[in-house]
């Protein structure tokens, strides 16, 4: 019996892959430009892991040879010879987990990955720690899979060779020897599930399988009394998972369809979640491997759970981390125009104590989430967003909505206010601060009233009170610097490529007047990234770069001050507009047949316009471009739209009175 042991641990050694030359496991990586950096950020970070390169076009087993995990990335290019490739390796070696790494999430092309032989697909955002994980796992998996067949096969030729044995010997040998035979083999085959059962208690992960009665077998490993809290072996698979959000009705299902093999292997197992989380509150990952009978049938899932809590907990909590920092850096970039909107925020605020318009309130509180955005202050942001959710789904009174909005300015002044009060000292910024601080003054305007002091008479009055009320004026960057943020963040949620280029912000002028419209802006930022600049796919197909732009310009008209937002987009669709309109009852149809173009573009602007069918914190709300019109309005100003098909917008707004001076203090 000795001997059967020490042949057996050989065996296991042999079998779970026993590092050679102190590496954990062999990792062959064959690699385009996107996950090339992340894996030789892996290769540095984990030295224990031998990471060898191979080329798309290496001979299979010169690369093969020795790889416990073969790690590919999917080009977006050459994606479908990457496909054969999978495939090719899979045939060459049917055991080796294969790991796809790719930019292109296409839903299609990821289930194709699946179906040609892909163990896991992986996005190349993915974390130096996650992907750890992921190849630990996957390695373990492969492993006790092909052990345990292994095993079982060994045990299947035992019995085959002592039925045989027995079938020569029979005429020859008495009861009693066989009885004695039959012992002996009864001793090994326990020999053997003892050593199954210590491999599976060793595993960090619980490991359990499953039949085709959706019950779990006796064999499980010991994790699986700490993962779920008791013994779940021999226990029907719904009643021991304690699953939140109906997840294990839909495992139940799933893995009926697995079993039932009307669909594609790869796809069924594509739809079983990857994460669940507990009724307890636990964070587990799940992956799932297929036994096939001898008639290639599946007969057993294999299921490997992994307590993911803590790891996803210190995740979260760095990246809240990392989204405060970013806030803070944001908002220290941009001192000058954060104290601007404390100031809007204050004033708003007061405005929403006191205004018995329904339309003014949504307009604040839709202005105060894009501005709050703009500093990624997702505190306030995430707050008005489940404001006006709320407002919206109970329609309450007028008599209600305006008492619970003097209620929403308090509870989001507190909330500033507490921001301001932790981080004061880092922002030299109180929620107390006045609006202006500190006027910059250039060295002519200074000469000047010294001149005009000395030399002073009646005749010189108007011109000295022209100089003092230039020193008030600031440089027009103030107002637009954090718009480059706006884009960007905006672009980010939307999976877009979008560059803002801005003109004219070097004029200065009196920011008194042009500080709410220009925080109204956000809302013309939003609108354009959202609705004017199209998906990458399908610019690729309009023949246009990938990238979409925004131009803002500020020049000095005639009587004031023109702002021009364009962009290279799809612009707008009078038709959709109008259908819209129609569907909203905006406008009776009467009247909107009778509309022209220019009119039929300008009915964006009314309240409860979107032609986006979900609402996001970026749109579908119906407030942001009334709320432009309505700031464009108070200075007397007018919006007019050119927008061509296929091309882009341009929406100018003409504001009068407003004087611009440039960089030597002259007007514009």
């Known amino acids: 019996m000795s001997d059967f042991t020490s042949a057996f641990d050989d065996d296991v050694l042999s079998l779970l892959g026993q590092p050679t030359g102190g590496h954990e496991m062999q990792v062959v990586a064959i690699l385009d430009r996107y996950a090339r950096d992340l894996i030789d950020y892996f290769r540095q970070q984990n030295p224990n892991i031998l990471v060898s390169s191979a080329h798309y076009g290496d001979d299979l087993k010169m690369f093969l040879e020795g790889a416990d995990i073969v790690v590919i990335e999917c080009r977006l290019m050459e994606g479908f010879q990457d496909l054969r490739l999978i495939n090719a390796i899979r045939q060459a070696r049917p055991l080796v987990p294969i790991v796809a790494i790719s930019a292109n999430l296409d839903h299609d092309f990821v289930l194709a990955a699946y179906e040609n032989g892909v163990y896991d697909y992986l996005s190349y955002e993915i974390s130096v720690e996650l992907l750890l994980a992921k190849l630990r796992t996957i390695k373990r998996v492969s492993e006790a899979a092909v052990f345990l067949e292994t095993k079982n096969q060994e045990v299947l ?12 010997l029979k005429s020859e040998i008495n009861s009693r020897i066989n009885a004695e035979t039959q012992r002996e083999f009864a001793e090994e085959l326990a020999a053997v599930n003892q050593q199954n059962k210590e491999i599976l208690d060793n595993l960090r992960e619980g490991f359990f399988i499953v039949g085709r009665n ?9 994790s699986c009394q700490d993962i779920f809290g008791s013994d779940i072996s021999s226990q029907p698979l719904g009643q021991v998972l304690g699953l939140q959000d109906d997840k294990e009705g839909f495992i139940k299902l799933t893995l009926e369809q697995v ?103 949504f307009r604040i509180l839709h202005t105060i989430k894009g501005n709050a955005g703009v500093y990624q202050l997702e505190f306030l942001s995430k707050r008005v967003h489940a404001i006006e959710t709320l407002v919206s789904e109970k329609q309450p009174n007028d008599s209600v909505l305006f008492s619970y909005m003097a209620k929403v300015a308090s509870d989001l002044e507190t909330k500033f206010r507490d921001f301001l009060a ?58 637009t610097s954090p718009l480059h943020h706006v884009v960007k963040r905006t672009a980010g949620k939307l999976d877009k490529k979008i560059k803002l280029s801005i003109t004219g912000d070097g004029y200065r002028a009196d920011l008194e007047a042009l500080t709410s419209l220009f925080s109204n802006l956000v809302h013309l930022i939003n609108n354009a990234c959202d609705h004017g600049i199209e998906e990458v796919s399908m610019r690729r197909k309009r023949k246009k770069p990938v990238t979409g732009h925004l ?10 001050l023109v702002i021009s937002l364009r962009d290279d987009g799809q612009g707008i669709d009078p038709k959709k507009i109008l259908a819209v309109a129609e569907r909203k009852q905006l406008l009776s149809k009467e009247k909107l047949s009778s509309l022209k173009r220019e009119e039929i573009l300008n009915l964006i602007f009314l309240d409860g316009f979107s ?33 061509v098909e296929g091309k882009g917008t341009t929406f100018k707004l003409l504001i009068p009175g407003i004087v611009l001076l440039n960089e030597q203090g002259e007007a514009a």
């Open 551 to 560: 131009t803002l310009d500020l020049v000095a008209g005639d009587h004031g």
């Open 214 to 222: 959706l019950r779990i077998h006796e064999s499980t490993s010991a």
């Open 611 to 643: 032609t986006s069918d979900r609402v996001s914190d970026t749109s579908g709300r119906g407030v942001g471009m009334s709320a432009v019109k309505a700031e464009v309005e108070k200075l007397d100003g007018r919006i007019f739209i050119d927008t």
């Open 259 to 361: 079993f039932e093999d009307f669909m594609p292997q790869s796809v069924s197992l594509g739809m079983l979640p990857a994460r669940v989380r507990t009724q307890d509150g636990k964070i587990l990952d799940l992956k799932y491997t297929v036994i096939q009978d001898k008639a290639g049938k599946p007969d057993k899932v294999i299921v490997v759970a992994e307590d993911v809590t803590e790891h996803i907990k210190r995740q979260e909590q760095h990246e809240k981390q990392m989204q405060h920092v970013q806030c803070l850096f944001t908002i220290v970039q941009n001192i000058e125009s954060f104290k601007e909107f404390l100031y809007d925020f204050k004033r708003d605020l007061e405005s929403l104590r006191t205004t018995r318009q329904r339309e003014t309130a």
């Open 157 to 168: 030729d035992t019995m085959r060779s002592l039925r045989t044995s027995k079938e020569k």
């Open 422 to 479: 932790r981080n004061g000292s880092i922002l030299g910024v109180t929620y107390e601060d006045s609006k202006r601080e500190v006027y910059t003054v250039t060295a002519r305007q200074v000469f000047s009233l010294m001149s005009l002091a000395r030399d002073a008479d009646k005749g010189t009055k108007n011109r000295l009170i022209h100089e003092l009320e230039t020193l008030r004026y600031r440089p027009l960057r103030v107002l």
